[in-house]
Each structure stands twice: as C-alpha cells, then as structure tokens.
C-alpha cells in the first residue's frame, strides 16, 4: 500500500488547475507523468493532444486479445482551483496524510479515483502479465472546465475508444463502506432573461406609478414558475417525465440518508417541494426549476429611490429522463414570455443544456459491477442502488458518440470537500478503490 499510497502523493502535487492560463505546462506535466505510469506498467499509452489552446488527453491500453470485452475507464487528472487558499489546513498542493485521510485539491475529484482504477489494473497486470478484459483508459485534462474538447476527440478515436461498456469513478457513495452504484443522473438545461422598461433609471417619485418596474416584473416572472405545492408552472413541463418504479421508492427509503441529514447538511430551516415525494425523490428523480441569481436597482448601503432600467435572473432547470432540454427551454421561453407584465420588454438567451442519464442495474454490466461493489464491500448488506441530481454531460457524450452505457462507481464521501478547501479522500477508500477495480475488470470479463 505505501508505494501505491505515494504514487497517488506524487500525482497530487501537480498543481493541475485546468482553468489557470499560468497552470498550462503543470497540467501539461501532470498529463505526461500519469503517460509514463501507465507505460511503465506495461500499458500503450500516449498523451493525445485535443487543441492548440487545450490540455492534453491521456489513452493507454492494456494487452487486448480477441473475444474479451473492451472496457473504457475514464478519469479527469485536472482539477478546480485551490482559493480561497487561507481556508486550507494544510497547502492544496503538498498532500498531507492525516489520520488516515488524504489532503490536497484533486484527493477525492478526482485523481483519488482515478489512480485507484489505475492501480487497480496496473497491480493485475503486475502479476498476471495480462488483464481480463481488453482495457482501455481515457484519462482527459479538461473536465473541470467543462470537457469543451471531450466529444470532437471521443469522433476523431472513435475507433481506438471503441469499447463494450465505460467505467467512471467520479460520484459519491451514500456512506462510508456501503458500496453504491449510481444508475441514474439528472439533466440540465439553462437560461438567463432580461427585462428592460424605461431607457435609464428613474426617479421612482416623478414615475412610480405610471412606469413599469423591469424588477417587479422579475419578481412576478420569477413567482409565476411554481405553483403553491412548489410544482413547476410552466406549461408542458412534466410532459413525457417518467415516474420512479415501485422498487426505487422501496430501495431509496432503506439508504443511510434521511431528512435530519439534509437539514443539518444544507442548514435550511425545513424541507420544501412536491409533497408526494420524498427528499431523496425530489432530488434525484423529480425535475426543477430553480433561480441561480438575480438582479436589478441599487444595491448600496441606504436608500436610492429609483425605478431601475433593467433587471437580469439566470434559472437552470434539472430535468428526469423522458425530458428533452431543448424543449424544456422553448416551453420556459413560452411561458417567460406570456407572463411577461405590461411595459417593459424581455431578452432570453439560452445556456447549456445535457440530457438526464438512466440504466438498467439489473442489466449484465450493471450487475456485473454490483457483484464487483459486493466483494469489495463484504460488510455492505446491500450495494446502494442510487441516482444523482447533478448532471454529467460526458456520459451522455459516450451514449451519443460510442453507443454505450457507462457504470458509475463512486468513492467520494459526503464530507470529501469537493470543489472546496481542504478536500480530502480517506485512505481506506483509495485502498478500497484500488480493489473494487480489480473487481470490475474480473466481472466484466463475462459479459460477452
Ligand atoms: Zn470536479
């Protein structure tokens, strides 16, 4: 464990930040030194370049041989940035072991994960000269600013990423030892709008009430998107949704996850929405409409008594399978506009968009990987069978381009500080993680 322990030490000190200009040749660095691992450990492995502008991707393959499966691993070896560096215990970039748990940005999201699927089949291949699958990583150094190269070069090697089914540890585990297999992913879809009356600010004395306010009509536009049982209002939107089934509900209810957690994690004062589901529904099968920010007039200290020219709101919708993203954004589009008030005039630009992601996990692969998540953790009576609110567009990417399903096999801790400081990954799940790879590769060797 201690020379894979400082492998991972080793890849951590990269200060691999993907979306810092001055961080290109660390990432650069980081991207080749993960190369030369793989190579080393007996694998092909070469660092693909994606843009003139962009960082470097990572394809290794393990000995293929005919009449085996072709797996694809894929892993990020970037990272977020590091601030607000003062909130740090320890330096982001000098990994710190403490007891039993890693320190430093990119521990758990998500070089923890990915080095544990890279030992995993590195210390197989170590012993048996061979892998049991036909093995193939893709290892990008894009993701954390949003994979802008991952699709042109998932078409550009199309043939050399041709495989049977993906592999991605970037998701959580419900608790600590309970092996989870995530099925499911929401959607995205989002959109800022803005409202413009009068063609400066005015003296809301000499015009209130004969002026439409641009930020009253945004509060009633806002206010117009739910309805009092903090259903979605706006026409259409739950067309097409497809419902939980009967063994979700049954299975979700049984997960070490309830109400009381979700209040003191969040420190909202009670939990609100569709009062027919549960919060772990709500959030990982229910679609919603949400506002990300608002704003509009004066927002300095006393008063300034004006009726204010414009006002902005950027909303994201989280959408379920059976939801398509373009649609949901004409229907928004639809419904800001037929609740627009009187007087003033609205803008809509859309943003990015990303399908929901849902598989069987009683399908082969998925209960190939369940048995694998089983044998790695014994003491685990059930492997958590979950779904995920966020969303994860490079799935989708790998439907889209290579036809295929990807298994989600996450390792990250509630409390692992993700995107923030002092993020951290114990060093059991790394141990754990290394295992659970082996696992997978010797499970998915009988799908045919
Ligand atoms: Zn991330």
């Given at each position: 464990?201690?020379?894979e322990?400082?492998?991972?030490?080793k890849?951590?000190?990269?200060?691999?930040?993907?979306?810092d200009p001055?961080?290109?040749d660390?990432?650069?660095?980081?991207?080749?030194?993960?190369c030369d691992?793989?190579q080393?450990?007996?694998?092909q492995?070469?660092?693909?370049e994606?843009?003139?502008?962009?960082?470097?991707?990572?394809?290794?393959k393990?000995?293929?041989?005919e009449?085996r499966?072709?797996?694809?691993?894929?892993?990020?070896?970037?990272?977020?940035?590091?601030?607000p560096l003062d909130?740090?215990e320890?330096?982001?970039?000098e990994?710190?072991?403490?007891n039993d748990v890693?320190?430093?940005?990119?521990a758990?999201?998500?070089?923890?994960?990915l080095?544990?699927?890279?030992l995993?089949a590195?210390s197989?291949?170590?012993?048996?000269?061979?892998?049991p699958?036909n093995?193939?990583f893709l290892?990008e150094?894009?993701?954390?600013?949003?994979?802008?190269?991952l699709e042109?070069l998932?078409?550009?090697?199309?043939e050399?990423?041709?495989c049977?089914?993906?592999?991605?540890?970037?998701?959580?585990?419900v608790?600590?030892?309970?092996?989870?297999?995530?099925?499911g992913?929401r959607g995205?879809a989002c959109?800022?709008?803005?409202?413009?009356?009068p063609?400066?600010?005015?003296?809301?004395g000499?015009?209130?009430?004969?002026v439409?306010?641009?930020?009253s009509?945004?509060?009633?536009?806002i206010?117009?998107l739910?309805?009092?049982n903090?259903?979605v209002?706006?026409d259409?939107?739950?067309?097409?949704v497809?419902?939980l089934?009967?063994?979700?509900r049954?299975?979700w209810?049984k997960?070490?996850s309830d109400e009381?957690?979700?209040?003191?994690?969040?420190g909202?004062?009670?939990?609100v929405g569709e009062?027919?589901y549960?919060d772990l529904?709500?959030r990982?099968?229910?679609?919603t409409?949400?506002v990300?920010?608002?704003?509009s007039?004066?927002q300095g200290e006393?008063s300034k008594?004006?009726?204010?020219?414009?006002?902005?709101?950027?909303?994201s919708?989280?959408l379920?399978p059976?939801?398509?993203p373009?649609k949901i954004?004409?229907?928004?589009?639809a419904h800001?506009?037929?609740h627009?008030?009187?007087?003033v005039?609205?803008?809509?630009?859309?943003g990015?968009c990303?399908?929901a992601?849902l598989?069987?996990?009683q399908?082969?692969?998925g209960?190939?990987?369940?048995?694998?998540?089983?044998?790695?953790?014994?003491?685990?009576k059930?492997?958590?069978l979950?779904?995920?609110?966020?969303?994860?567009?490079i799935?989708?990417?790998?439907?889209?381009?290579?036809g295929?399903?990807?298994?989600?096999?996450?390792l990250?801790l509630?409390?692992?500080?993700?995107?923030?400081?002092n993020?951290?990954?114990?060093?059991a799940?790394?141990q754990?993680?290394i295992?659970l790879h082996?696992?997978?590769l010797?499970?998915?060797?009988?799908?045919t």
């Open positions: 464990m201690n020379n322990l400082d492998t991972l030490l890849f951590l000190r990269f200060p691999s930040v993907s979306t001055s961080r290109k660390d990432v650069r660095n980081c991207g080749q030194w993960l691992l793989l080393e450990g007996g694998m492995a070469q660092l693909v994606t843009s003139t502008e962009g960082h470097p991707a990572v394809i290794a393990g000995p293929q041989k009449n499966p072709t797996v694809l691993i894929y892993g990020h070896y970037d990272v977020q940035p590091e601030d909130l740090w320890s330096p982001p970039f990994p710190t072991v403490k890693i320190y430093a940005r990119g758990t999201d998500n070089k923890g994960q080095m544990a699927h890279a995993g590195l197989l291949l170590e012993k048996e000269g061979d892998l699958v093995l193939t290892f150094g894009e993701e954390e600013i949003g994979s802008p190269n042109p998932l078409k550009s090697h199309r050399e990423l041709d049977d089914i993906i592999a991605v540890s970037d998701t959580g585990m608790a600590p030892g309970v092996g989870t297999f995530t099925y992913l995205i959109l800022e709008f803005s409202i413009t009356g063609s400066g600010d005015l003296h809301s000499i015009w209130g009430g004969s439409a306010n641009p930020a009509a945004l509060a009633s536009l206010a117009s739910h309805d009092e903090g259903k209002a706006i259409g939107f739950y067309e097409g497809s419902e089934e009967d063994w979700e049954a299975a209810k997960l070490p009381a957690e979700s209040l003191a994690i969040t909202a004062s009670e939990l009062s027919e549960s529904e709500r990982w099968a229910r679609p409409a949400e990300n920010g608002m704003g007039g004066y006393g008594t004006i009726i204010p020219s414009t006002a902005t709101a950027k909303l919708f989280r379920v059976g939801q398509d373009q954004l004409e229907l928004s589009e800001l506009k037929k627009l008030p009187a007087g005039s609205m803008q809509i630009t859309p990015h990303g399908s992601y598989t069987d996990p399908n082969p692969a209960m190939a990987a369940q048995r694998a998540l089983q044998k790695t953790f014994p003491q685990s059930n492997i958590a979950i779904r995920e609110g966020g969303s994860i567009p799935i989708q990417s790998f439907k889209d381009v290579l295929v399903d990807t298994l989600l096999l996450g990250a509630p409390d692992c500080e993700i995107h923030a400081p993020e951290n990954f114990p060093v799940n790394f754990a993680g295992e082996r696992n997978l010797e499970e998915l060797s009988s799908l």
